[in-house]
């Protein structure tokens, strides 16, 4: 069983709708996680962290955490074209020195 | 300037060659990773270092060395490279309570 786990979509979407990305782990112990942007052939990067049970929100991002089911999810309302991208979760696994694990990314594409 | 500098950003190599990709950090963090990204693979872990005395093997560390040189440095090596190894390959910096900044990434092509 892979650690983190994402459907590779690809997700489509109409523009200015909401898109909900889903990640689940398998590491119980896992108490930190993120959502990474990445456009094609470009370097991910951080758009959302979340540590504690329940919503998190950041503009027009909203990431949701269930540490009882080990589920992960980013929304992204009024979705725009320039949203179209690979979004990565990543999760720290292990106690101690933690490493970080990334799931193989969902593709969102909006259509104008 | 880029807080993660890879280096180079693009190669092409031959098959059986050694390569070695640079990565070096302005971050101050103490832990540093090398990904490898595939098409519908996503970013697997080659290696990972929490510190200068401290190296690991990730998933896929076969056909890869590595060298943490100082904390701000951190060396990918493929010893003989192999046509499979052709891939994106990015290095990324953290530390306890930060997450990964990602380098700009080195596209590798074995040929």
């Known amino acids: 069983q892979k650690e983190v786990e994402q459907n590779s979509g690809p997700l489509s979407v109409p523009e200015g709708a909401i898109a909900s990305l889903n990640c689940t782990y398998s590491?119980?112990?896992?108490?930190?996680f993120f959502w990474y942007r990445q456009y094609s052939g470009k370097s991910p990067e951080l758009i959302m962290s979340?540590?504690?049970?329940g919503d998190k929100e950041d503009g027009r991002f909203t990431a949701q955490l269930n540490k009882a089911s080990q589920y992960v999810s980013l929304l992204i309302r009024d979705s725009q074209p320039s949203d179209s991208a690979t979004y990565l979760c990543a999760v720290k696994e292990g106690t101690g020195f933690q490493k970080l694990v990334f799931g193989t990314g969902t593709r969102l594409l909006v259509s104008p | 300037d880029a807080d993660v500098t890879q280096t180079p950003r693009n190669r092409i190599t031959k098959t059986g060659k050694r390569i070695m990709l640079e990565c070096s950090q302005t971050k101050g963090h103490d832990r540093m990773y090398w990904y490898r990204q595939d098409p519908g693979l996503g970013l697997r872990l080659i290696y990972y270092?929490?510190?200068?005395?401290?190296?690991n093997k990730g998933e896929i560390s076969d056909g890869y060395s590595v060298s943490r040189q100082a904390q701000a440095k951190f060396s990918l090596s493929l010893e003989s490279a192999i046509p499979n190894q052709t891939a994106l390959y990015f290095c990324?910096?953290?530390?306890?309570?930060?997450?990964?900044?990602f380098g700009q990434g080195t596209r590798l092509t074995v040929v």
């Open positions: 990324a910096t953290s530390d306890d309570r930060d997450w990964a900044f």
């Open positions: 590491d119980r112990v896992s108490q930190s």
């Open positions: 270092s929490f510190d200068v005395k401290d190296i």
């Open positions: 979340i540590y504690s049970n």
